[in-house]
């Protein structure tokens, strides 16, 4: 039994729970392959800072509405805390933990000076208008001002938020500073200080992640993509400028399947019209689930935590999975699949090339510089492949999976790090 994943009572698991457990129980198993000891294992496995708010929200029509919202910072000993903020429904303490931790581990990874933090607001955007998310989330930054700041915790875009509500948090910081503070979020807009290259860059990272995986060439290699976000859309892209034939795709409202190939840019222009992928013309519908499972090569998913589980796994005929989300595949799910002979290329390497980006865009936000989209993109394939080749080779030398390896890697480094420092007082 882990000493770092609690027991539990059924009714009580939710969604997030289910992810905080799994990213306790990777933390255990790389803590214990690097034999860190109890005490050390307790600090890792708990967030340095956590915050929850209440969020007033005015609606339209006068009524006044009150939603959660989260802010936490795992862990900042090798640098300031960075994360993304997620605005969904499903959201709770337990989710925005566990992706403060896989954010901490992610960074370490890539070897970028930063912490793990995640914020989160148990909303569904899409039932609000820009007005009320506008007002919303303006007060929730309100509420965790004291925590975030350029040198202290940089947001990001995450599920349900975007570019636009980048800019809202960082006038909102700014306002209360005096003076514009670009550096406090990345993933902003261009014009007030966001970076070449951000907007694709977790996808661009999830192609290098799986072209270096695949090891021979991408052309006619068959891949279904789950999720037709921020993340999903554009690696499906990617990979189809490649070469790679993206035969299905899914988001929200469906998932839609082509055996010859989809049109990935027509797709988008019929996602961003139609609200989503469903009633896409050029292609067959499929049943949202059954994408998981279908004959291919390449499998990747990018939607949300736990979308491969026990229960799915014995189904799932991928032989390569590369995570474009954060958590999809449940440690259940993950022993099932290794065991049939499935290589995972796991989340803190395969999804790293956004945080890559977001590190270059705070460099050159606090030397109000700006380099160019090749610069960016050099710097980013640099750190991807350096990563995806360290992570390989542990894996190879010391007989552990990618996850495993990754997981040694980026743990090791913040265990350093904290021995490095001491304990005050
Ligand atoms: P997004 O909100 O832009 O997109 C999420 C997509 O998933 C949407 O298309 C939605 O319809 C779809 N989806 C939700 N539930 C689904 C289901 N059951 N089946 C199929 N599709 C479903 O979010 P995003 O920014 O693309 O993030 C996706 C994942 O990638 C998350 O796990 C996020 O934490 C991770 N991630 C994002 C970034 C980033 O830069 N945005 C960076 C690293 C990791």
């Known amino acids: 039994m882990s000493i770092l994943v609690p027991s539990k009572t059924p009714a009580l698991i939710t969604p997030g729970r289910q992810a905080l457990d799994s990213a306790l129980h990777h933390l255990d198993q790389a803590a214990e392959h690097l034999g860190l000891d109890h005490g050390l294992r307790r600090v890792l496995a708990t967030p340095r800072r956590s915050l929850t708010v ?83 989330t303006r007060r929730y930054v309100n509420e965790i001002l004291p925590l975030i700041g350029p040198e202290k915790d940089i947001p ?61 060439s991408p052309e006619g290699v068959t891949v279904a993509v789950q999720g037709f976000g921020k993340v999903g859309a554009l690696t499906a892209q990617y990979l189809a400028d490649a070469g790679c034939k993206v035969v299905a795709v899914s988001d929200i409202t469906g998932a839609v399947y082509a055996s010859g190939g989809l049109d990935i840019a027509g797709l988008r222009t019929w996602a961003a019209e139609n609200g989503g992928v469903h009633g896409y013309r050029n292609a067959d519908a499929l049943p949202l689930d059954d994408l998981l499972e279908l004959d291919v090569d390449v499998l990747i998913p990018a939607a949300l935590e736990g979308a491969i589980t026990e229960a799915n796994a014995p189904r799932v005929r991928a032989r390569l999975i590369v995570e474009g989300a954060n958590g999809p595949t449940t440690p259940e799910a993950d022993e099932i699949l290794t065991a049939g002979g499935a290589t995972i290329v796991p989340d803190i390497l395969a999804n790293a090339g956004g945080v890559i980006v977001s590190y270059l865009e705070w460099v050159q936000n606090m030397q109000a510089y700006s380099w160019s989209s090749g610069e960016v993109e050099l710097k980013l394939r640099d750190l991807m492949e350096s990563a995806f080749s360290e992570v390989k080779s542990m894996a190879a030398a010391r007989g552990l999976t990618l996850r495993q390896a990754a997981h ?15 304990l005050y007082p």
């Not at 303490?93 to 000076?113: D, R, Y």
């Not at 975007?162 to 006038?171: G, K, L």
């Open 156 to 216: 990001a875009p995450d599920v349900g938020t975007d570019e636009q509500t980048m800019a809202w948090i960082m006038d909102t910081y700014s306002v209360s500073a005096g003076y514009s503070v670009p550096g406090v979020v990345t993933g902003k807009p261009m014009t007030l200080g966001g970076s070449l290259g951000r907007s694709g860059a977790t996808s661009r990272g999830v192609q290098i992640a799986t072209l270096s995986a695949l090891g021979r």
């Open 54 to 136: 209440s969020v007033p929200v005015r609606r339209e029509d006068g009524r006044l509405d009150v939603v959660q919202g989260f802010r936490v910072q795992h862990n900042v000993s090798r640098g300031p805390a960075k994360g993304g903020i997620r605005f969904h429904p499903g959201t709770d303490i337990h989710e925005v933990t566990a992706l403060a931790m896989w954010m901490t581990w992610k960074c370490a990874l890539v070897g970028i000076p930063y912490g793990g933090a995640k914020g989160g607001v148990a909303v569904d955007p899409t039932g609000l208008t820009t007005r009320e998310l506008e007002r919303m």
């Open 408 to 422: 040694v890697i980026g743990v090791g480094r913040v265990a350093e790090a904290h021995q490095m420092r001491g």
